[in-house]
């Protein structure tokens, strides 16, 4: 037949018929087990699909069985066995690979005791993956976690690769290709190490910025993009509790608010030349309270004075103010910004500052941002300090002596981007502000 020697193209010509015709006519003169070069393949029929399944339950390879049915590529089977072809032609006892977050099980058409291992199976991931990754989900994993998941279950149990990667839906040329990566040597290992001791050591609560600058004074040189990158793969993220505010001083207008000379400038050129202050509260498990009442100087963010109770009385208040005017050099009388709290409108606060030749200033009412620069530091302690520790059985006293040391923490040796990497103590003496 000259379709089978010569140019498809030339004989249909020649013969009038389409190329397509001649080619599936060379097709079915070769024989169903045969492919002729540049021709459609041409489907297998079901009985040959029959035996292929046959074998492979009976443990053959998809090689073996290619070669003994005469099917052209092993590549043919591995696709019968994952369920192409025809509906009925699925391998009995196999589960379909799941997309997304579907479970490998979903879509199972196997018997009982298939099905309970495939349960079993997705418990094993499951478990391997809060153990090993902390992922949310297996749809949130990348292909090099699933890879280290997979290498993981295959150390503690005996399942088959094959069963792995397609539960958790990973090709075999994708897994080698991560498994390759992660037996290469980390040329960061030191680094990680480094960056978890530092993060570790500020009690989670510090960033990239801070651990960059860290391992700059340390020696080493690296950028704070690589910084970043390691910390998420370290997984020191540092976490931020919102709450919302339940401590409220405002007890009404019960005396003429100053006006907001502020306006949420929280900038000063020289020390005590603005001065922020505010009461928050503390609650322990025992049901307890403490509270603070701290003055802050918008210069370098230093807290000129505070006062620890337990409760949020005038005296805290004023004990504060106090302690802070008792700092000032002669000549000075800074502006002396708060909310709008009835601490701040009694008598005694007002002849404090009267009396030091302080100016009071107002925040709008119910506008936490024009004094945002205080509850910043607020926020900051609590997250540093408070939040995501156990207070169970410490008691008031306790607290509040561990409360004040951190304060002393905070400005002598807590360091600060905008400070240049210093605690404001360290800063000021850097401008030769302190002895």
Same mark, same amino acid.
């Given at each position: 037949?000259?379709?089978?020697?010569?140019?498809?193209?030339?004989?249909?010509?020649?013969?009038?018929?389409?190329?397509?015709?001649?080619?599936?006519?060379?097709?079915?003169?070769?024989?169903?087990?045969?492919?002729?070069?540049?021709?459609?393949?041409?489907?297998?029929?079901?009985?040959?699909?029959?035996?292929?399944?046959?074998?492979?339950?009976?443990?053959?390879?998809?090689?073996?069985?290619?070669?003994?049915?005469?099917?052209?590529?092993?590549?043919?089977?591995?696709?019968?066995?994952?369920?192409?072809?025809?509906?009925?032609?699925?391998?009995?006892?196999?589960?379909?690979?799941?997309?997304?977050? +579907?479970?490998?099980?979903?879509?199972?058409?196997?018997?009982?005791?298939?099905?309970?291992?495939?349960?079993?199976?997705?418990?094993?991931?499951?478990?391997?993956?809060?153990?090993?990754?902390?992922?949310?989900?297996?749809?949130?994993?990348?292909?090099?976690?699933?890879?280290?998941?997979?290498?993981?279950?295959?150390?503690?149990?005996?399942?088959?690769?094959?069963?792995?990667?397609?539960?958790?839906?990973?090709?075999?040329?994708?897994?080698?290709?991560?498994?390759?990566?992660?037996?290469?040597?980390?040329?960061?290992?030191?680094?990680?190490?480094?960056?978890?001791?530092?993060?570790?050591?500020?009690?989670?609560?510090?960033?990239?910025?801070?651990?960059?600058?860290?391992?700059? +004074?340390?020696?080493?040189?690296?950028?704070?993009?690589?910084?970043?990158?390691?910390?998420?793969?370290?997984?020191?993220?540092?976490?931020?509790?919102?709450?919302?505010?339940?401590?409220?001083?405002?007890?009404?207008?019960?005396?003429?608010?100053?006006? *907001?000379?502020?306006?949420?400038?929280?900038?000063?050129?020289?020390?005590?030349?603005?001065?922020?202050?505010?009461?928050?509260?503390?609650?322990?498990?025992?049901?307890?309270?403490?509270?603070?009442?701290?003055?802050?100087?918008?210069?370098?963010?230093?807290?000129?004075?505070?006062?620890?109770?337990?409760?949020?009385?005038?005296?805290?208040?004023?004990?504060?103010?106090?302690?802070?005017?008792?700092?000032?050099?002669?000549?000075?009388?800074?502006?002396?910004?708060?909310?709008?709290?009835?601490?701040?409108?009694?008598?005694?606060?007002?002849?404090?500052?009267?009396?030091?030749?302080?100016?009071?200033?107002?925040?709008?009412?119910?506008?936490?941002?024009?004094?945002?620069?205080?509850?910043?530091?607020?926020?900051?302690?609590?997250?540093?300090?408070?939040?995501?520790?156990?207070?169970?059985?410490?008691?008031?006293?306790?607290?509040?002596?561990?409360?004040? +040391?951190?304060?002393?923490?905070? *400005?002598?040796?807590?360091?600060?981007?905008?400070?240049?990497?210093?605690?404001?103590?360290?800063?000021?003496?850097?401008?030769?502000?302190?002895?």
């Amino acid at each position: 037949m000259l379709a089978l020697t010569g140019d498809f193209e030339k004989s249909a010509r020649m013969s009038g018929i389409s190329g397509r015709t001649l080619r599936r006519w060379a097709a079915n003169a070769a024989g169903p087990q045969q492919r002729t070069c540049g021709a459609k393949f041409e489907p297998y029929g079901d009985e040959v699909r029959g035996k292929a399944m046959e074998m492979a339950r009976k443990g053959a390879s998809c090689r073996g069985i290619a070669e003994a049915l005469g099917i052209g590529s092993p590549d043919v089977v591995r696709y019968w066995l994952k369920g192409g072809g025809t509906k009925g032609a699925r391998m009995s006892g196999r589960a379909r690979t799941p997309e997304g977050d +579907e479970p490998a099980y979903a879509g199972f058409e196997g018997g009982l005791e298939e099905r309970i291992r495939q349960l079993e199976l997705e418990n094993d991931i499951l478990r391997g993956a809060v153990d090993l990754l902390k992922a949310g989900s297996l749809g949130s994993m990348s292909n090099m976690e699933k890879t280290a998941l997979i290498n993981k279950l295959r150390l503690e149990s005996d399942r088959p690769l094959r069963e792995l990667t397609d539960s958790l839906r990973i090709s075999k040329s994708s897994y080698e290709y991560c498994r390759a990566k992660l037996r290469a040597k980390d040329k960061h290992a030191q680094l990680r190490i480094d960056i978890r001791r530092i993060f570790d050591g500020a009690g989670g609560t510090r960033g990239y910025r801070y651990v960059h600058n860290e391992l700059r +004074e340390g020696g080493v040189v690296v950028s704070e993009k690589v910084v970043r990158r390691l910390m998420a793969e370290e997984g020191c993220k540092v976490a931020y509790l919102k709450r919302k505010r339940r401590y409220n001083s405002y007890k009404g207008e019960i005396s003429d608010a100053p006006p *907001n000379l502020v306006r949420r400038n929280f900038h000063a050129d020289a020390p005590n030349k603005l001065w922020l202050t505010d009461i928050t509260e503390f609650k322990l498990p025992s049901e307890e309270k403490a509270y603070l009442s701290p003055v802050i100087d918008c210069y370098d963010g230093l807290v000129v004075a505070w006062r620890i109770g337990r409760r949020p009385s005038a005296a805290l208040a004023n004990g504060s103010l106090e302690d802070a005017c008792g700092t000032l050099s002669p000549g000075q009388h800074p502006v002396c910004h708060s909310d709008r709290g009835c601490h701040y409108r009694w008598p005694g606060w007002i002849g404090i500052c009267e009396g030091n030749g302080l100016t009071r200033s107002m925040s709008k009412k119910g506008c936490s941002p024009d004094n945002s620069a205080c509850e910043g530091f607020f926020g900051r302690l609590k997250n540093e300090f408070f939040y995501y520790r156990d207070w169970d059985g410490v008691t008031v006293d306790s607290f509040m002596e561990l409360l004040n +040391e951190y304060i002393v923490f905070y *400005n002598e040796r807590r360091k600060k981007q905008s400070l240049g990497w210093m605690s404001p103590r360290q800063y000021r003496s850097s401008k030769g502000l302190v002895a």
